[in-house]
């Protein structure tokens, strides 16, 4: 982008006439009509007094909705270049620009000004220079000019006539330049210190605990340095401000050069070296770490009502009320189905953590995004159905009573492993924020909210195992229990239907054959089993083992990806240039990232996306409906996820001609999306 400015900037320029004549000839683009910034140069003193020299200032004033930019202007735009012409025994000083703003447009964190500004700069007479000597002052100066949606490359000839005098300055002046003084970075006057750690850049500054500091940005006056555009966490701890951020690809260390914003119009000039810096400070870890734990437990538990886990929840139930007054096999049993799934999502979030520290731009439920981990899961989801439908009994593959209990146990516990599996990858109400900030904080506080997400997920049971006059409620055993344990395999086969289907998505039909042939397969297998414990007979073992055979040889069997396909005629796939295109462009954009493997992403697209009122309001409003399909694992989507704060889906932004993005609801509805359109 910065390129493509600067190219355009040199060919615009081409046409731009040169012209000193006055002070304030500056020219918008192609050399004709008003600046979109006027800019005027002012001197504080207007008789320089020799050996000392004055201030000098180019005086900005962009137009309402226009902007300019800093030296170092993010991720996109270009500072002003200055070329002067002086007299000899006069010098100018390097520019001195203001505290910058941060704007940020289509993903892009731009450094800008938006409103009046002046840039500084020291001009020197030289001591043996004669008073009353004429002192004439030119600069070219260069610029960009920009809108949210449109650059104009400006430039101008400015020139001063100063004479060399007693350096007398006029009270309004003074008073002006003090106005541009106050708004120039201060020198901080303490080294800070900043550690890079997987990618995170941690920076610690010196800062009286009782100095107050708001809206606190970094601006790097280097370029790579940090992703400009990601966001920055910050805390106090005692006299230090700790700011932590995403690191730029490719940053090798050395001095950090920047300015540390603190204020409206307020911040300072700082330097950092390398060093020892701790991560977050505890009381702000704890605070978030609390935060992101509840919504955690409210996302897990919420994780209950989804059509691959309400059936093991009921079947649970039933076995609940079978067991009637036996409150140590209840409990028992209930404590390994909840350490089976905390297990599993601290072994998922462990795995996510690790992934990420080895490089790997992945994001929550990683694991669906693999094709053989959708096979396993069709193959264990069509047992399990199989079973509720009693084509065959797990207990088999134990003996006697006491294997029998055992058995039960050990169940509950794989039970709970395979909920956690399957029930985790959607990012429902509560739990995106949560699985955001687990990405962010310490390993320990990271975990502990990977393990209230599996807390919440088995709360449900361990109330009704732990909380008899919950129990005591469910209904007496009896032969409805063999009806409703058959009624409950429909949704696990729906369920394998779903996973068949996703499996078609990542890797085409021959994929989808493969999965059907596969499950059975696997349904012959377990009819025979299922005979051979009716007649008395064994055969868990070799069912088992001939069940891995499958999955190995399917697994290897399974096809290379399906190319991308656009998954309707009026949508766009997500990319983010063409994004940036068409805000630029002022055209409405609804942007969501789905899954295939997301049953909240696919309620909602079909309770209120893929609805013919909500594409006709589309239609109407000429909004650009753009999607990011992440069934598979793609970088630049788990990027955009995070610079939005998420590490999952679904996430439904909302981009308005000329304003910055609106995050909707995770559960939608037709009346929210058509709302949106004037």
Known sequence: ????????????????????????????????????????????????????????????????????????????????TVKWTLPKGVTAGPLRYPVPETLLIAGLMNHVYEGPYGVLAKLTVAPDVPAGTRLPIRVRADWLACTDKVCVPEGGDLALELIAGDGAVQQPVRAQFDTWRSHLPRPLGSRASYAIDNGRLRLSVPFPAGADAADVHLFPLADKVLRYAAPQVVSRQGDRLMIETEAAQGFSGGKLVGILRAGDHMGFSIEAAPGIVESLPQSGTVRTALIALGGALLGGLLLNVMPCVFPILGLKAMKLARAGGD??????????????????????????????????????????????????????????????????ELTAFGGGDRLAGKAGTAGAFWTGVLVAFVATPCTGPFMGAAMGAALVLPIAAALAIFAGLGLGLALPFLLLAFVPPLRTRLPKPGPWMSRLQKILAIPMLVTALGLLWLLGQQRGTSAMILGIVAATALALLLFWLGRQQRSGRRGGLATALLAILLFSGAATLLPVRAPAQSRTADTLAFDEARLASLRQSGKPVFLYFTADWCLTCKANEAAAIDRSETRAAFEKGSVTVMVGDWTNADPAITRF?????????????????GKEAQVLPQILTPATLIALIP
Not at 370 to 388: F, G, H, Q, S
Request: glycine share 12%; aromatic share 8%.
């Open 1 to 80: 982008m910065r390129i493509f400015h600067v190219l355009l900037m040199t060919m615009m320029l081409m046409f731009v006439p040169t012209v000193a004549q006055a002070q304030t000839d500056v020219q918008g683009a192609f050399g004709g009509g008003a600046p979109h910034i006027a800019a005027i140069l002012v001197a504080e003193s207007a008789s320089p007094r020799p050996g000392q020299g004055t201030a000098i200032a180019f005086s900005m004033r962009p137009e309402p909705g226009w902007h300019g930019y800093w030296e170092n202007p993010g991720d996109a735009g270009l500072g002003m």
């Open 327 to 392: 409150e140590r096999a209840v409990r028992r049993e209930a404590v390994a189905y909840a350490a089976g799934i905390v297990l599993t999502c601290l072994l998922l979030g462990g795995a996510l953590l690790g992934l990420r520290a080895a490089g790997a731009a992945v994001g929550w439920a990683f694991q669906l995004q693999d094709p053989r981990i959708i096979l396993l899961l069709l193959l264990l989801v069509t047992a399990i159905a199989l079973n509720l439908a009693g084509l065959f």
């Open 641 to 657: 996820l995070e610079a939005q704060g998420r590490s999952g889906v679904p996430l439904y932004l909302w981009y308005a001609p």
